[in-house]
C-alpha cells in the first residue's frame, strides 16, 4: 500500500513539474496611474494626424510634448521622479471634432515589450458634436520596476489592433 501511494505522489509531482510555465513566459502587469485624460482643442498648437505614443524617461524628454499638451499637464510630467517611473503618452490623432476619447486598459511588460491597451473611443453617428480640431491623449506615469532597464519595443494595442510601435531605452 506503501509504494502505491509514493508511486502516485511520485506520478503527481513530476505531471506537476511539466505543466509548470516560467514567470518570463507571462506578461507582467506593471503599475501605472493616469496623469491626464484629455481632448486638446487649441488652434495654436500643432496636432499630427495619426496616432502615436511618445516614451519619457527624463525631463529632457519632455519638451517632445510641448504644444501637445495643456502647459499644466506638461508640468506634471517635468516633475516625475524619473528614476522611479517612466511616462507613456497615447494620441489618439488629429480629429474633426469633438466626442473622441482615449481609455488605457492595461500596460503589461514580457521580456523587452511593453504593450499598451487602450481603446479609441468615437463619437456615436447621432452625437452631438462640435466642429473644432482635437486631439484626444492619454498620459500614464509608470512605475519602473528594477527589471524594466535597457531596450524596450512600445506597442499600442488600440481596439485590439497595433496603431504604434517605437523603441525607446529606458535608464
Known amino acids: ?14 505531471a506537476s ?30 496636432y499630427e494626424d495619426k496616432a502615436r505614443i511618445t516614451v519619457v524617461t527624463d525631463v529632457n524628454e519632455a519638451q517632445a510634448l510641448r504644444g501637445q499638451v495643456y502647459p499644466e499637464i506638461l508640468e506634471q510630467v517635468r516633475k516625475t521622479d524619473f528614476s522611479d517611473f517612466f511616462v507613456i503618452a497615447i494620441f489618439q490623432g488629429e480629429k474633426g471634432s469633438t466626442g473622441y476619447s482615449v481609455e488605457v486598459t492595461d500596460v503589461q511588460r514580457k521580456d523587452n ?45 488600440a481596439n ?6 517605437q523603441e525607446h531605452l529606458i535608464p
Open 17 to 46: 513539474l511539466c505543466s509548470c510555465t516560467t514567470q518570463k513566459e507571462q506578461e507582467d502587469h506593471l503599475v501605472w496611474e493616469m496623469i491626464a485624460n484629455r481632448t486638446v482643442g487649441k488652434s495654436d498648437y500643432s
Open 160 to 165: 485590439g489592433t497595433e496603431i504604434a510601435r
Open 113 to 157: 515589450t511593453i504593450t499598451i491597451y487602450a481603446q479609441f473611443h468615437e463619437p456615436a453617428p447621432d452625437a452631438l458634436t462640435n466642429p473644432l480640431i482635437t486631439s484626444p491623449y492619454c498620459i500614464l506615469k509608470v512605475e519602473k520596476p528594477k527589471s524594466v532597464k535597457g531596450e524596450f519595443t512600445f506597442i499600442l494595442l
Open 1 to 14: 500500500m506503501a509504494r502505491r501511494i509514493t508511486t502516485w505522489v511520485i506520478a503527481f509531482l513530476l
